[in-house]
Nanobody
């Protein structure tokens, strides 16, 4: 069974850091395009970042550029989202998703209809 499990969310003060993990089981992540999405209360889901299966393309939404960084650990079949200089507006449930298409991520954006999704992890940025 193909499964993605996010972890690492929690409560952090503004200016702090968190590292989210997305662990895969049942398939090998390095053959897939991986995306991070978030959804804040009362708002639509937003694409945060992605990296294509070939690692030829990466994307970060404007509001997180310079603060968030995606990385892969193929040996652990895990993808990470390092989040620094967190702001209250980063508060949301964060989801990782995977898609076999290299085109699901480009420098211009992220495909929201990816095939596989985790259940999310809550990030709260507050004093």
């Amino acid at each position: 069974q193909l499964q993605l499990v996010e972890s690492g969310g929690g409560l952090v003060q503004p200016g702090g850091s968190l590292r989210l993990s997305c662990a895969a089981s049942g398939f090998t992540l390095d053959y897939y395009t991986i995306g991070w999405f978030r959804q804040a209360p009362g708002k639509e889901r937003e694409g945060v970042s992605c990296i294509s299966s070939s690692a030829g393309s990466t994307y970060y939404t404007h509001s997180v550029k310079g603060r968030f960084t995606m990385s892969r650990d193929n040996a652990k079949n895990t993808v990470y989202l390092q989040m620094d200089s967190l702001k209250p507006e980063d508060t949301a449930v964060y989801y990782c998703a995977a898609d076999p298409s290299d085109y699901a991520c480009s420098g211009g954006g992220i495909y929201h209809g990816m095939d596989y999704w985790g259940k999310g992890t809550l990030v709260t940025v507050s004093l």
